[in-house]
């Protein structure tokens, strides 16, 4: 009887340490992926000019006079990029910043980086697309007649 009760405790203990083991390996790769490779996708919204593209819209809020828990905030227009991590570390790490701008932008030939503008047929609650002013929109067309003209 004590046998098969010290088989049992044995494979209960060999069971309970490849599991800690295999859990222990898993927190190291996924360690290794995320802090120190850099190896995930960085999402933020950038400068958009809805004159020359189809942008996101955030409408800011505006408080009362006498509200003093509210936080005014300005309207702006957006769009997304979706970057690698690593490349912005790589960009970030060096003194002279070389092919790093103000703000986050893909670079020439870059690999895993992307713009996500504005489509009203994609929209998710709260989100707009900015709309053009009507004097760009006039300027716009103007010079697509004045181009047509030209060939």
């Known amino acids: 009887m004590e046998t098969t009760t010290n088989k049992s405790l044995w494979a209960n203990r060999i069971f309970y340490a490849?599991?800690?083991?295999?859990?222990?390996?898993?927190?190291?790769?996924?360690?290794?992926?995320?802090?120190?490779?850099?190896?995930?996708?960085?999402?933020?919204?950038?400068?958009?000019?809805?004159?020359?593209?189809?942008?996101?819209?955030?409408?800011?809020?505006?408080?009362?006079?006498?509200?003093?828990?509210?936080?005014?905030?300005?309207?702006?227009?957006?769009?997304?990029?979706?970057?690698?991590?690593?490349?912005?570390?790589?960009?970030?790490?060096?003194?002279?910043?070389?092919?790093?701008?103000?703000?986050l932008s893909c670079l020439e030939g870059e690999l895993n980086c992307s713009y996500t503008l504005c489509d009203p047929t994609t929209l998710s609650d709260g989100e707009s697309c900015a709309t053009k002013p009507a004097e760009e929109i006039e300027l716009i067309q103007e010079e697509a007649t004045t181009t047509e003209v030209k060939i």
């Open 18 to 103: 490849i599991f800690i083991l295999l859990i222990i390996i898993s927190v190291g790769v996924t360690f290794w992926r995320i802090v120190i490779q850099k190896d995930y996708q960085i999402e933020a919204e950038v400068s958009c000019d809805p004159a020359l593209e189809s942008c996101f819209h955030y409408e800011g809020v505006t408080c009362n006079e006498g509200d003093t828990e509210c936080v005014s905030e300005e309207s702006y227009d957006y769009k997304m990029i979706s970057k690698k991590a690593a490349n912005i570390y790589a960009c970030e790490k060096t003194e002279e910043k070389i092919d790093c701008g103000e703000e």
